[in-house]
């Protein structure tokens, strides 16, 4: 409650004393004073959630001072305190903007009422206000770019998670910058200090997996010469990165299930366990509810690893993070080669963001890095970018040249087909028709899979 402080303004002192005992055993923060002039002057030094006011007092009436505390500090509540219980006075108090009245003898109780549904509707204001702030104004979270509101969400989660260590899954396309928010993720936790371990589990066979994690004693198989500690004992402490988890397969599921659940682990060829702290985090590009349902992974390992869900939206979904994320990383490939690269041109911009991006932010880092690497100038400009953007370019030259309205159709058509990857329901609502005519259009035009899919 120290964070929402209350102001008692009352010319009786004896009133003040009795007030102040109370709040302070209940918790509250409070400052008093016996005078309106010394409680304005309080008021412009300090921000003060509420302010109770005697009605009647000497040099300044509590609805002058409530006029004051309004032009001061509009969002300071004040409740008029009257002695009199007048209805004219409690009306008139409220006309002024008044938050409520209290009437004299104080009852306790209904003090406190007021002063908690003030804090909670304080509390609220600022926590929506630190929201509207973050959607408004951040850009990045440390290594992470973008302002989408997809963007927010993630650096919502990633604020709330910060004091704990909660087993986190993250899934999205490839190319969408799993492990980065998993190292930012470890970053802003409390293990900051302790190692970050990565380890693509579909890059190490099967067989060396588990020794990879858990270690090995010596002659525990073939080539094991010497006791080894694994990739989680490592990380002690620290977090432990587990990317392409969907390609573990179900024999050591049940060992990382316990790992998680019992804190323990078994090097390969031992007998004995031993405990470790880790905090693990797992991503996938796969559906793993499919892979469930397809008895490819477990559930009880599925629900322990997604207790914090994220999914990362591919570069189709946050298409207005383009040209914050091109800026980016020009900046970061201008840096590293000492160059003067500082600008996209517009045409060449405009390609991008009606790309559909397969690799994702990955494939558009890329993007720019080749156009370092070929030279460009101080401007990237469409001959900078690759063959597969470039081609864009010259099927918008055939529809701005070209007024067939049947060729036209056809290529519209396809084009939708191509960004939705062949779903025609979702190709009916770009083009703004029923899918019905989509259907139509395709048998009409003889529009192949194949052509959907180029």
Known sequence: ME???????????????????????????????????????M?????????????????????????????????????IVTGYGTIESAIEALKRGSYDYLQKPINFERLKILIDRIVEKRALQLENYLIKRRLKDRYNYDQLVGKSAKMQQIYDVIDRISNGSPTVLIQGESGTGKELVANVI???????????????????????????????????????????????????????FLDEIAEVQPTLQVKLLRALQEKKIRPVGDTRESEVDVRVIAATNKNLEQAITQKAFRE???????????????????????????????????????RVVDRISPEALDLMM???????????????????ALGV???IEVADLPPELRSMKEKDTILDNNFNLVENEKVLITRALQRT?????????????????VYRKVEKYRITDTDALT
């Open 3 to 41: 964070n929402f402080p209350i102001l008692f303004v009352d010319d009786d002192q004896q009133i003040l004393d009795v007030v102040a005992a109370y709040l302070i055993r209940n918790g509250y923060g409070v400052d008093t004073i016996n005078n309106g002039p010394k409680a304005l002057e």
């Open 354 to 372: 009606n790309y559909d991006w397969p690799g994702n932010v990955r494939q558009l880092e890329n993007v720019i890095e080749r156009a370092f």
């Open 300 to 338: 009880d390992l599925y629900y322990r690893l997604n207790v914090i869900s994220l999914h990362m939206p591919s570069l189709r979904e946050i298409r207005e993070d383009i040209p914050t994320l091109v800026n980016h990383f020009i900046k970061k490939f201008a840096k590293e080669s000492h």
């Open 421 to 437: 990857k062949g779903n025609k329901a979702e190709a009916a609502k770009l083009l703004g028709i029923n899918l019905t005519t």
């Open 186 to 240: 470890h970053q802003n936790s409390v293990r900051r200090d302790k190692p970050f371990i990565p380890v693509n589990c579909g890059a190490i066979a099967e067989g060396l997996l588990e020794s990879e994690l858990f270690g090995h004693v010596k002659g525990a198989f073939t080539g094991a010469i010497k006791d080894t500690i694994g990739l989680f004992k490592a990380a002690d402490g620290g977090t432990i």
């Open 377 to 379: 100038g101080e401007t």
């Open 43 to 79: 008021i412009q030094q300090k921000e003060y959630a509420a302010v109770f006011s005697d009605l009647i007092m000497p040099e300044i009436s509590g609805l002058d001072l409530l006029k004051s505390i309004k032009e001061i500090s509009p969002a300071t509540e004040v409740i």
